[in-house]
T-cell receptor, first 114, second 109 residues
């Protein structure tokens, strides 16, 4: 592994189902982020974690939850998916929260909720 | 509210020069970033400006004027592989990144 790995690459999900998007990094970065990207809009921050054991809410956190049990993993869970959560999801990391800006992104997950 | 504005789409010719503008209104300022995103791929870091002036990196340069809330990304000697979206992002006083919607750059032969 080199960088950030996201899984799955794409997923079609029935509304109401639970789904966890996985994100793993091997750069030992302290800060990690989940963004969603929708056509015509800028990247929007869902949740973030400045260091293992801590998490925070971003701009659009409703319907999503995260955990940060260790430095490498930062899964994003949709407890009960809705069609408005159809989007491309990117996980990202940076060496520190204060240094945030130069982000390293995973390859993304295309999620369709029907 | 916080806002980042950049053109939706631009077209340029291979070998030419193109300037992509970005204006911003944010709660504080702690740096401006440009990212490149090819279709279907993740964004990748291009440049960072925190002081006024021009930062040059090969064929790409980025300019910042904090008093005007303005930046541009200059791409020289355009190549077909430069066809991508270019994202402008500003780090606000809370060290959160505010993203523009991106400029899709189309390069024609």
């Amino acid at each position: 592994i080199a960088g950030i790995t996201q899984a799955p690459t794409s997923q079609i999900l029935a509304a109401g189902r639970r789904m966890t998007l996985r994100c793993t990094q091997d750069m030992r970065h302290n800060a990690m982020y989940w963004y969603r990207q929708d056509l015509g809009l800028g990247l929007r921050l869902i949740h973030y974690s400045n260091t293992a054991g801590t998490t925070g809410k971003g701009e659009v956190p409703d319907g999503y939850s995260v955990s940060r049990a260790n430095t490498d993993d930062f899964p994003l869970t949709l407890a009960s998916a809705v069609p408005s959560q159809t989007s491309v999801y990117f996980c990202a990391s940076s060496d520190s929260a204060e240094g945030m800006g130069k982000l390293f992104f995973g390859s993304g997950t295309q999620l369709s909720v029907l | 509210g916080q806002n980042i504005d950049q053109p939706t789409e631009m077209t340029a010719t291979e070998g030419a020069i193109v300037q992509i503008n970005c204006t911003y209104q944010t709660s504080g300022f702690n740096g401006l970033f440009w990212y490149q995103q090819h279709a279907g791929e993740a964004p990748t870091f291009l440049s960072y400006n925190v002081l006024d002036g021009l930062e040059e990196k090969g064929r790409f340069s980025s300019f910042l004027s904090r008093s005007k809330g303005y930046s541009y990304l200059l791409l020289k000697e355009l190549q077909m592989k430069d066809s991508a979206s270019y994202l402008c992002a500003v780090r606000d006083s809370n060290y959160q990144l505010i993203w523009g919607a991106g400029t899709k750059l189309i390069i024609k032969p």
